[in-house]
């Protein structure tokens, strides 16, 4: 399967509809679905609808943006996912780019978060020309937000995102700018 990204530890892969149960397992964590659902699991449902929307994305944009699968490059195994995409506000503007990434439990507090989101801020301002990557987390959840200040998003404002399904909606956004990554990154 093509790799979109590979760093060190990491490659990322396009998903596929045998990935169900992967997103299955990853989001059936109550920590990992803490600070989105307060907990509660995806339900099968919710787990086709994701892998529909994440293969929707990868088909609109010839696999330039969207979700990837997170794979260890050592042992094969399913990390979590990572995203490149549009903002949800503003879904045909290619140059404004959202970053996200969920990630197994085992995999937390080892860099890999960092490294992969840096590898892909680097490609969406080097490669896909983007002007500005976003991150947004939810208010309390500080490993999300200090992966976004490792990476050079610098916090914006907070304010609550009503698609969260969680009860505290409260967000905290982050932001770099083209300009912002040369003077980081090179």
């Not at 990992?32 to 787990?47: C, E, I, Q, W």
């Not at 992969?116 to 002007?131: D, G, H, I, P, Q």
């Not at 009860?167 to 700018?177: L, M, N, P, S």
Request: charged letters at 30%; proline letters at 4%; aromatic letters at 12%.
């Amino acid at each position: 399967m093509c790799n979109y990204l590979k760093t060190d530890r990491v490659r990322l892969r396009q998903f596929n509809l045998e990935d169900e149960a992967l997103i299955q397992d990853l989001d059936s964590d109550p920590e990992v679905m803490r600070f989105l659902t307060d907990g509660v699991p995806s339900d099968d449902a919710l787990v086709k609808k994701t892998i529909k929307t994440f293969l929707e994305l990868k088909e609109k944009t010839n696999g330039r943006l969207g979700y990837w699968a997170a794979v260890d490059c050592e042992s094969g195994e399913f990390i979590g996912w990572f995203q490149l995409r549009p903002l949800k506000e503003d879904p045909e503007n290619n140059e404004v780019l959202e970053l996200g990434y969920r990630l197994k439990r085992k995999f937390w507090g080892k860099g890999i978060g960092t490294e992969v989101s840096k590898a892909l801020v680097k490609k969406a301002f080097e490669v896909l020309a983007a002007k500005e990557v976003w991150a947004i987390a939810h208010k309390s959840n500080l490993g999300s937000t200090n992966i976004m200040k490792k990476c050079g998003l610098t916090y914006q404002y907070e304010k609550e995102y009503p698609p969260y399904p969680g009860r505290d909606k409260k967000c905290v956004y982050y932001r770099i700018t083209h300009g912002e990554f040369k003077g980081l990154y090179e």
